[in-house]
């Protein structure tokens, strides 16, 4: 971390001399409670967990070591499925009351940006920018997760038109570094020291602040189906003949029974409100989605509609954290080059007996997330 600048934003002015003891805020919990991730597989016991209310707080946490143990360690919504959130006797650092939309500005080049903190959700900031007519050029369907964190993790979509990255579209982050220092990177000034920070995953800092790339918000067209094939093979041909016949396609599929939900997704041209007539069909759909994707795919039925129009803000979902008996999605996720989808579907195919599970293809990437 030692490379990277001290920020010259205006935060900057919160900038504390690294001795100076400094009062935290924020909630302080440090009663040894267990904080679980959604899925329930991850849990921690963390020594202290915070949840700071300003940028200071977060300066604060990270200079007091006697108070707030090390490793202190940023976590958003406690979505992941892996073990990123175990911080068994350090700090946890919750970024959730820093969800703060400071507004639209021109950067350096020109181009329009959104300044948002690191622990505002996806959802929250899908609507804000709706109601502006503009959007992030990445389709999100999880809701919860916030800026910080898919600022310097791996997402994925299946986005028209663009990269399925969210990441790709951040442009300057604000960052406490592991001094107590706020910090700043940008793509124009940083290079590759700010892409290295976004594959971070919450190890080079601890993101306060994103600028992330906005543009006039456009509509998305979907026709959705559900086929069932009578061998891998054809199961394979059938979802390289749809990407063809798509703009994007998002395949999910259910490899134990040979059978393939597919949203075949088309550019509907520029606008943030998803048409009247379309809204029915969309609101029913996403629902139902929604309840699939909640509950593991276990028992829900999801319609299939055809031509549906929509703003893609309206996609973004929100789930509900399950309790221990409730069905529930979990994944791994990996990415394949497109060339190989055949022979992956071949090999996890020979491997079914093992194993019983799903796939998601989003194919503008040919990522491959097994649940
Ligand atoms: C039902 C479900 C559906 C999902 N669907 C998708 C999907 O379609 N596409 C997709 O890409 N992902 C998807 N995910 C994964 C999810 O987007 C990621 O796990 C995301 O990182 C969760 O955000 P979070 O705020 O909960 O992060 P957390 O789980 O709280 O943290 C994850 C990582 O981010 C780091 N981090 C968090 N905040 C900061 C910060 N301020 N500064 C630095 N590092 C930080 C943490 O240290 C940790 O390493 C899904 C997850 C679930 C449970």
Not at 285 to 313: M, N, T
Request: include cysteine.
């Amino acid at each position: 971390m030692g490379n990277f600048n001290k920020t010259d934003s205006p935060v900057s002015l919160l900038k504390k001399d690294r001795q100076e003891a400094q009062p935290f805020q924020g909630l302080i919990e440090n009663e040894g409670h267990a904080y679980s991730n959604r899925g329930l597989s991850r849990s921690t016991r963390p020594a202290v967990y915070v949840e700071p209310i300003s940028y200071a707080d977060v300066q604060a946490v990270v200079r007091d070591a006697d108070r707030f143990p090390t490793p202190v360690h940023p976590v958003g919504s406690l979505l992941s499925v892996t073990s990123t959130i175990v911080n068994d006797g350090g700090t946890m650092l919750c970024t959730r009351k820093l969800d703060e939309i400071m507004g639209l500005e021109l950067d350096e080049r020109g181009r329009q940006i959104v300044r948002v903190q690191a622990g505002c959700r996806l959802k929250k900031l899908n609507m804000w920018l709706q109601a502006h007519g503009l959007e992030i050029p990445f389709q999100a369907e999880i809701g919860e997760a916030s800026v910080g964190s898919v600022a310097v993790c791996d997402t994925k979509e299946s986005l028209l038109d663009g990269s399925g990255y969210f990441s790709a579209h951040v442009l300057a982050l604000t960052y406490v570094n592991d001094g107590g220092d706020l910090c700043t990177l940008s793509a124009q000034k940083d290079g590759s020291v700010f892409h290295e920070f976004k594959c971070s995953f919450g190890l080079a800092g601890i993101v306060v602040e994103c600028q992330l790339e906005v543009r006039p918000a456009t509509l998305c067209g979907s026709d959705i189906s559900l086929v069932v094939y009578k061998s891998s093979d054809d199961l394979a041909k059938g979802i390289i003949r749809l990407r063809e016949e798509s703009d994007a396609l998002f395949a999910i599929v259910f490899l134990h029974q040979l059978a393939v939900f597919f949203d075949q997704r088309y550019k509907a041209g520029l606008g943030s409100a998803t048409p009247a007539t379309s809204q029915p069909a969309c609101d029913q759909f996403r629902i139902a989605k929604r309840l699939a994707i909640q509950h593991g795919f276990d028992g829900v039925e999801v319609p299939q509609p055809k031509g549906i129009v929509y703003s893609r803000h309206d996609f973004v979902n929100e789930y509900w954290h399950p309790s221990v008996d409730e069905p529930r999605l979990d994944f791994q996720y990996y990415e394949h080059d497109i060339g190989k989808i055949s022979r992956v579907i071949a090999e996890s195919f020979k491997f079914m007996p093992l194993n019983h599970f799903q796939f998601y293809l989003s194919m503008r990437q040919a990522s491959v997330e097994e649940a």
